[in-house]
């Protein structure tokens, strides 16, 4: 875009005619009235110049030797790169009203006849650029917010920090057609700085410097060339939302702010960034807040057996910050172990409030002496009466009994146990209704539990997936076992195979009888 055009005053005219003196006399004035002017005396030599050079306006003759004004004119107004450039045409004959139609008709913006007055000529030449340079910020401006709300968009789809600042510091760049630095932190402390159309990187503590001399205040603010630490010249924009929040700073390359439309475009820039990061702390401390939530619901430890030792994890949802209601529990009975999983159905603070309920109930009824099958039926009951639409579960319950080698199960719902030894691993062929519908189920079915024999009790967040069946996942599951990996690099492993991106939390826990 020429500058000439978009600010206003002298332009730069390209003047077409083969006469010499009609030439002279109209680059004479032209000059006069403070114009640059660039000469051609034929319409190849004015397309010449068109394609290699920009111009603000054309002053063409009608009648030239090669070709007619009025085919210049229309191979003018036809080329995306110049149909905004005005053409003045000046004809040296006498002409009818219906060559003015004519002209005008196919793309001129003035006719004029000479003998013209020199004032008529300046006068028809400013007219046209007015329009023109009118036109030309239009576009412009327009085509700099078209910019602006893709940058919009792609700094409001970011879901971490360093996402955040490569959106800000692109859109920076393609808006105002310079190089840019986004600078933000992240919770952590962590200062994320991405830069866009530039190799160099500004050092951190340059960066650190910047950062802690910023102004404490709420808002937008421009900072003038001047006070960047590595880039004096340059010109930055920094914002924050909230008093105790570090600012965001978007950094722009010397001149790419040439009027308050473009210190306007990098403030509203700027603005959706500091919103868009808001939105990102406000994520992390409710995901931290949810997780401390979930994991006070959950067995701080896990008993300790040598004979029988056990590993759990959890592992929340990856694709939100609510709370789920995932558990595992471990309730020493005496000398037996009655160990639970279980499920709420949900993914809300009433799943998770449930599921509380569900481990102190479950708890109660274990040390109270009742059996799995008889403490599933009385969690039932209760889901059924006071969770009747919110309180869907489903539990797996073993009971262990290390004297005679035997575990009792009982399952509602849930995925079943698998179980891993020198003969491979297989799935417990044990199924229940789920609790909270008030159905029969059936007694605890008695197997036995050699020694070197691993357990695996997990919810479906580890074996369920949109668009694959629970078998499919469970059979992955059950091919990748091992009855002889450590326990708790075997939960890794599971969990880093089977447990990434997954839409549902996962809990996990595993035990091996020993000899």
Request: proline share 6%.
């Given at each position: 875009m020429n500058p000439t055009a978009m600010g206003g005053g002298p332009a730069r005219v390209l003047v077409v005619d083969d006469l010499d003196?009609?030439?002279?006399?109209?680059?004479?004035?032209?000059?006069?009235?403070?114009?640059?002017?660039?000469?051609?005396?034929?319409?190849?030599?004015?397309?010449?110049?068109?394609?290699?050079?920009?111009?603000?306006?054309?002053?063409?003759?009608?009648?030239?030797?090669?070709?007619?004004?009025?085919?210049?004119t229309e191979r003018i107004k036809a080329d995306p790169?110049?149909?905004?450039?005005?053409?003045?045409?000046?004809?040296?004959?006498?002409?009818?009203?219906?060559?003015?139609?004519i002209g005008l008709t196919r793309g001129a913006d003035a006719y004029l006849t000479e003998p013209v007055d020199p004032g008529e000529l300046l006068a028809n030449v400013e007219a046209a650029l007015r329009y023109h340079r009118a036109r030309a910020l239009a576009e412009h401006l327009a085509a700099r917010l078209t910019r602006l709300t893709t940058a919009t968009f792609a700094v409001n789809a970011a879901t971490t920090f360093d996402a955040l600042a490569e959106a800000a510091a692109i859109g920076a760049a393609d808006v105002l057609d310079t190089e840019a630095t986004a600078v933000l932190t992240a919770?952590?402390?962590a200062v994320c700085v991405v830069t866009a159309g530039t190799e160099a990187r500004p050092r951190p503590e340059d960066v650190e410097q910047w950062m802690s001399a910023l102004s404490p205040g709420v808002g937008v603010a421009v900072v003038e060339a001047g006070a960047v630490p590595w880039q004096r010249s340059a010109l930055a924009v920094v914002a924050r939302t909230k008093p105790r929040r570090p600012p965001i700073g978007i950094v722009v390359g010397p001149g790419a702010v040439t009027g308050d439309d473009d210190r306007n475009l990098l403030r509203q820039l700027a603005q959706a960034t500091a919103l868009a990061a808001e939105g990102l702390h406000t994520f992390a401390e409710e995901h931290s807040l949810a997780l401390t939530l979930q994991r006070s619901l959950l067995p701080r430890t896990l008993p300790h057996r040598p004979e029988l030792p056990m590993t759990a994890r959890y592992v929340p949802a990856s694709s939100n910050a609510e709370i789920g209601g995932d558990f595992y529990d471990v309730i020493e009975l005496g000398g037996n172990l009655l160990i639970a999983i279980g499920d709420v159905c949900g993914h809300s603070i009433e799943a998770a409030t449930v599921m509380g309920e569900v481990r102190h109930t479950l708890r109660a009824y274990a040390v109270e002496g009742h059996r799995p099958a008889e403490v599933l039926r009385r969690v039932d009951a209760l889901l059924e009466r006071f969770h009747p639409i919110s309180g869907l579960t489903t539990m797996c319950l073993l009971e262990v009994d290390l004297e005679a080698g035997t575990m009792a199960v009982a399952n509602a719902g849930h995925v079943p146990p698998l179980v891993v030894d020198d003969r491979g691993a297989r799935y417990v062929s044990v199924h229940g209704p789920l609790l909270g519908i008030g159905l029969e189920r059936p007694e605890a079915?008695?197997?036995?539990l050699p020694p070197e024999t691993t357990v695996v009790l997990t919810t479906d967040g580890l074996v369920e997936r949109p668009?694959?069946?629970l078998d499919e996942g469970m059979e992955k599951l059950r091919a990748t076992m091992s009855n002889t990996e450590d326990m708790d690099h075997l939960a890794d492993r599971l969990l880093a195979e089977l447990g990434q991106g997954k839409q549902d939390d996962i809990a996990l826990l595993l035990l091996r009888r020993r000899g």
């Open positions: 003196a009609s030439r002279f006399i109209a680059c004479s004035w032209l000059r006069r009235g403070g114009h640059t002017v660039v000469e051609a005396t034929t319409a190849a030599e004015a397309l010449i110049a068109l394609e290699s050079d920009s111009f603000d306006l054309v002053l063409l003759d009608v009648h030239l030797p090669d070709m007619s004004g009025y085919d210049v790169r110049t149909r905004s450039i005005p053409v003045v045409m000046l004809s040296a004959t006498y002409i009818e009203p219906e060559d003015k139609v919770p952590s402390g079915t008695v197997l036995p668009g694959m069946d």
